[in-house]
C-alpha cells in the first residue's frame, strides 16, 4: 500500500480525518468558550475552520458562530484579542472599553479566569476521551473473571469444546480465574492439540483443542505488514517459512530472525488455505517499565479461540479504568517523545497529517466503534500536544500565565511577541518534521 489510500478511498480517507479532527477541535474550543464565559470572558467569535466564512450565526449573547471553509483547526476569538490565538490584545479596541467592558475580555480579566480558560481547552479534551472511554466499557463490559467458554471462532484442527463450557485445567494445569487461563497458556508448549479439562452440565470431561493462544489473529495493527497484505481478523497462520506454527508465541522470533526479511506464511481463512509474503517492520515497544524495545513485527494481534463472556460494568468501576486509559496514552506518548529525541528509539515514530488522515481512515473502515476510539485517543493527544510548554499553544499561555502569578505581572510585551514568534516556528518546524516522516519513513 502507497502513501495513501488509491485514489477511490482517498475521498473517504480525507472525510474520515476531517470528521475526526472536528470533532475534537469542537471539543477543545468549546473548553475555552464555555469556561471563558462561566468567567466572564465575552467570546466574539466561534470559529470551525479557517478561512472564506461558509455558514454563520449570532447568538443572543453576541457571539458569532460560523463554519469556515479550511476544517483544519478552528479558534475562538475574545472580546479585544488582537488574533485568534488571544497573543496579545488590541489595544485600539481595549482603549475604548470601560473597566467593565474592560473585565469581560481576556486581557483584563482576572488571572484566575484567564489561567482557567485556557487550560478547559486540553481538559475538555481528556474529559471527552473519559467519556468515551467509559461508554465502551458500559457497552461493551468486561471478560468475566471465570474462564468460561462463549461464542467459539472458526478454527481447523480439533475443536471439541463447546460454549458454556467452564475451563478447569489446561493439560493438567489448574485455571480457577482467566488470569491463570491466560498464565497457563503461555506456559504451555506449542502442540496441535491441548487436553482441556471442563465443566459441562455437571459433569467433568476432558476434551481436546486448539492451543490456548492460537496463531490466530484476533486483530489486524495500523500500518502494519499484515495490514498491507490484506490479512483479515480470525486468518489462522499455520506456517512460517514452511515452519508449523500452533501457538501465537512462535510467530515472534520466528518473524524477527530474519531481521526484515520477507517471510511466507500460509494462512488458514474460513476453511481454504492462502500463502501469503509478508515483509517485517521494525517497530518500537512501549515496555511496562517506561523503556522501548525494538522487533521486527508483522502486526498481528494475539486471542484465544473464543469469545469470553462478558460482566456488566458500572460508572464508578469504569470512570478510573477510562481515567487509566488516558494515563497510559499520556505516559507512552511522553516517553516515545523522550526517547526519540535521546535518539534510543527512531523519529520515524512520529507522525504527521497524513499519517494521521490514513490511520483516520483505516479505523473508521474497520467499523464506527473503531473510528470512535480513534477519536477518543486522538482527543488525549491533542489534548498533551496543547499542554507542552511552546508559545503560542495552550501550555505556552500557563506558563506565562504563571510568570505573572509569580511576580505579580505579566511578561514584557516585546518579549511576548519574540517568544510567540519562536514558538510559531518551532511548531511550524515540528509539523515539516512529521510531514517529512509521513513522505519519507
Known amino acids: 500500500m502507497g502513501l495513501l489510500p488509491e485514489f477511490g478511498n482517498l475521498f473517504f480517507t480525507l472525510a474520515a480525518f476531517i470528521v475526526a479532527l472536528s470533532i475534537i477541535v469542537t471539543v477543545h474550543e468549546y473548553g475555552h468558550y464555555i469556561i471563558g464565559r462561566w468567567s466572564g470572558i465575552h467570546a466574539e467569535v466561534f470559529s470551525l475552520g479557517f478561512g472564506p466564512v461558509l455558514f454563520s450565526r449570532t447568538d443572543k449573547r453576541g457571539t458569532q458562530w460560523q463554519v469556515a471553509a479550511l476544517p483544519f483547526g478552528g479558534y475562538v476569538k475574545f472580546l479585544g484579542d488582537a488574533n485568534a490565538a488571544s497573543a496579545g490584545a488590541d489595544d485600539e479596541v481595549m482603549s475604548h472599553l470601560d473597566a467593565k467592558e474592560r473585565r469581560r475580555t481576556m486581557h483584563g480579566a482576572p488571572l484566575w479566569a484567564r489561567a482557567a480558560t485556557i487550560f478547559a481547552g486540553p481538559a475538555f479534551n481528556f474529559i471527552f476521551s473519559i467519556l468515551i472511554f467509559t461508554a465502551f466499557l458500559a457497552v461493551q463490559g468486561l471478560p468475566d473473571k471465570t474462564p468460561r467458554v462463549g461464542p467459539l471462532f472458526a478454527m481447523p484442527g480439533v475443536v471439541e469444546l463447546q460454549e458454556g463450557d467452564l475451563i478447569t485445567a489446561i493439560d493438567g494445569q489448574p485455571t480457577p480465574e482467566l488470569t491463570d487461563f491466560y498464565r497457563v497458556g503461555s506456559e504451555i508448549a506449542p502442540a496441535e492439540s491441548v487436553p482441556y479439562t471442563v465443566e459441562r452440565d455437571g459433569q467433568t470431561l476432558t476434551v481436546q483443542g486448539p492451543h490456548p493462544i492460537p496463531a490466530r489473529a484476533a486483530g489486524i495493527a495500523l500500518n502494519s505488514a499484515a495490514r498491507d497484505a490484506s490479512m483479515q481478523t480470525g486468518d489462522v497462520v499455520l506456517s512460517v517459512n514452511e515452519t508449523p506454527v500452533w501457538a501465537f508465541s512462535q510467530l515472534p522470533p520466528l518473524v524477527s530472525d530474519g531481521a526484515g526479511a520477507p517471510v511466507a506464511l500460509q494462512v488458514w481463512r474460513s476453511g481454504s488455505e492462502v500463502d501469503l509474503s509478508l515483509t517485517p517492520r521494525r517497530t518500537d515497544l512501549p515496555l511496562p517499565d517506561g523503556g522501548f524495545e525494538t522487533r521486527w513485527l508483522i502486526g498481528l494481534q494475539s486471542g484465544t479461540f473464543f469469545e469470553h463472556p462478558t460482566r456488566s460494568v458500572g460508572v464508578v468501576e469504569a470512570v478510573p479504568l477510562a481515567v487509566a486509559q488516558i494515563g497510559e496514552i499520556v505516559t507512552n506518548s511522553i516517553s516515545g517523545l523522550y526517547h526519540m529525541i535521546t535518539g534510543a528509539i527512531s523519529t520515524c515514530n512520529l507522525s504527521g497529517p497524513v499519517g494521521i488522515a490514513t490511520t483516520s481512515g483505516e479505523m473508521a473502515s474497520d467499523g464506527a466503534a473503531s473510528f470512535i476510539w480513534f477519536i477518543a485517543v486522538l482527543s488525549t493527544a491533542v489534548g498533551l500536544l496543547n499542554l507542552f510548554p511552546i508559545p503560542i499553544l495552550d501550555g505556552g499561555h500557563l506558563v506565562f500565565h504563571a510568570y505573572e502569578a509569580l511576580v505579580g505581572r505579566p511578561p514584557n510585551e516585546r518579549v511576548m ?23 519519507f519513513c
Not at 511577541?417 to 513522505?439: Q, R, T
Open 417 to 439: 511577541g519574540y517568544l510567540m514568534s519562536f514558538g510559531l516556528v518551532l511548531l511550524g518546524a515540528m509539523m515539516l518534521f512529521a510531514l517529512g516522516n509521513d513522505l
